[in-house]
């Protein structure tokens, strides 16, 4: 069972202001220095996937979300990933999709295709989820991905989590409604972070 280290900022990843570590990644909070690169990588278009929902947020929006609240928040927070060369190569947050449901819903992203396939996001995922558990009164998190993302669902299933159901018809996407897929994780199936 894989344990991961949650670590405090600046130890074993000097200057990068790590919060969590992994083999080839770390997560941080975001900085308001990012905020520039964060909004232009998550809204290049040519860089997304066939299964990209298209919402691409208004910049002035994006940028009073982080001053209000710098992003981290009781029902919402984002973190940035980074490789182990310091490059920023994705995101990962979570958001409570309603408020009678317990726990939060999971959204991830590599920003470049060259990125993708290289095991990133799945160490992310399950550092995320990890520490979630850890720091939150919470019973389980879930992750929606659209009908036929096999990479998407493929990362959440490495990580622990299992389909529960399909949404049908739930999302609109490239001219017509496509299903989603939920997968779910519950506190006891996490392995935990080791500090």
Same mark, same amino acid.
């Given at each position: 069972m894989n344990t991961y280290k949650a +670590?405090?900022?600046?130890?074993d990843c000097v200057g990068c202001?790590?919060?969590?570590? /992994?083999?080839?990644?770390?997560? &941080?909070?975001v900085w308001e220095?990012?905020?520039?690169? !964060? #909004? &232009?990588? +998550?809204?290049?278009?040519?860089?997304?996937?066939? #299964?990209?929902?298209?919402? !691409?947020?208004?910049?002035?929006?994006? &940028?009073?979300?982080?001053v209000e609240r710098g992003f981290w928040h009781d029902s919402f927070g984002r973190m940035v990933i980074q490789n182990n060369a310091g490059n920023m190569v994705g995101e990962i947050i979570y958001f409570r999709n309603a408020d009678y449901r317990?726990? #939060?819903? %999971?959204g991830y992203q590599i920003f470049k295709r060259e990125d993708r396939g290289k095991g990133y996001m799945s160490e992310a995922l399950a550092l995320f989820s990890a520490f979630?558990?850890?720091?939150?009164? !919470?019973? &389980? %998190?879930?992750?929606?991905?659209?009908? /036929?993302n096999e990479a998407s669902r493929s990362?959440?299933?490495r990580c622990g989590y299992r389909y529960e159901g399909t949404l049908r018809q739930?999302?609109? %996407?490239?001219?017509?409604y496509v299903d989603l897929e939920i997968l779910g994780l519950l506190r006891e199936d996490c392995p935990p972070l080791s500090v």
């Open positions: +670590m405090k900022k600046g130890v202001g790590c919060v969590l570590q /992994g083999n080839k990644v770390c997560l &941080r909070t220095s990012d905020l520039e690169l !964060i #909004y &232009r990588l +998550m809204t290049d278009v040519s860089e997304k996937g066939e #299964y990209w929902l298209m919402d !691409i947020p208004a910049e002035p929006a994006f &940028r009073r979300g982080f317990a726990g #939060y819903e %999971l979630l558990f850890e720091s939150k009164p !919470i019973p &389980r %998190l879930q992750v929606t991905v659209v009908a /036929g990362v959440a299933e739930a999302a609109f %996407l490239a001219g017509k």
